[in-house]
Each structure stands twice: as structure tokens, then as C-alpha cells.
């Protein structure tokens, strides 16, 4: 099992940033890769960034190429998302998911349902 937990979201407007941290916990060792998705209302869930946990180069969603910035720190097993020239069009939930089924390709996934363990969300609002 592993756990995730969100902390970061808020409100806030538009041109403005946000940090998002996700701490996992339990058998992280497992882990092969994380991942942020977010879901706006209405919509389908979308990956945002991820990485595969043994150092592969991050991989981002078109829309927040250039904007956003997922990184980890080893020694607390968080993985965070730095957000900047937000968007209204950023608003959902976001949340962290981890993949704990190696490929031997070592790609990441991009599909939601790749993942096996997520956090609870958290909101980020952006005003206009």
C-alpha cells in the first residue's frame, strides 16, 4: 500500500503561482512512477505532469508546458508541482497518483487508469 497526501491548493488570480506537495507514505519503495492529474467540472480527468520514479525526464501536458514544473525530493518521499502564470482555465482538483507497475519500457503512463494509488485532491481556484 501506499499513501498519498495533497497540501498546496487555494485560491488564487490569474498570472499568480501555487506549489502543490505530495507526500507519499508507506511502501514507497514500490513506487515506478507519479503523476498529477487534475479535474475540471464537467470534464474528464487529464494528466498534468509525472515522471518515472528513477529519474526519467519529466513529462507535461501541452497546456501547462512552460508553466508548470513537477519535482521530487527523494529524502521525503514528496513529489511537488510548481505552478506559475496560472490560468483560469487551471481551476479543478489536482491530485497525485502513483504507478507501481513497472514497464519494461520505462515510459510513463499518461492514462489515469495506469495508476494505482491516489491522494485525496485538492482544489486550486484561479480568478479572472
Known amino acids: 500500500q501506499v499513501q498519498l497526501v495533497e497540501s498546496g491548493g487555494g485560491l488564487v488570480q490569474a498570472g499568480g503561482s501555487l506549489r502543490l506537495s505530495c507526500a507519499a507514505s508507506?511502501?514507497?519503495?514500490?513506487?515506478?512512477?507519479m503523476g498529477w492529474f487534475r479535474q475540471a467540472p464537467g470534464k474528464e480527468r487529464e494528466f498534468v505532469a509525472g515522471?518515472?520514479?528513477?529519474?526519467?525526464?519529466?513529462y507535461y501536458a501541452d497546456s501547462v508546458k512552460g508553466r508548470f514544473t513537477i519535482s521530487r525530493d527523494t529524502t521525503k518521499n514528496t513529489v511537488y508541482l510548481q505552478m506559475n502564470s496560472l490560468k483560469p482555465e487551471d481551476t479543478a482538483v489536482y491530485s497525485c497518483?502513483?504507478?507501481?507497475?513497472?514497464?519494461?519500457?520505462?515510459?510513463?503512463?499518461?492514462?489515469?487508469?495506469?495508476?494505482?494509488?491516489w491522494g485525496q485532491g485538492t482544489q486550486v481556484t484561479v480568478s479572472s
Open positions: 515522471f518515472t520514479w528513477t529519474g526519467g525526464n519529466p
Open positions: 497518483a502513483a504507478d507501481i507497475d513497472p514497464k519494461a519500457s520505462g515510459s510513463l503512463m499518461l492514462g489515469s487508469g495506469a495508476y494505482d494509488y
Open positions: 508507506g511502501r514507497t519503495f514500490s513506487i515506478y512512477a
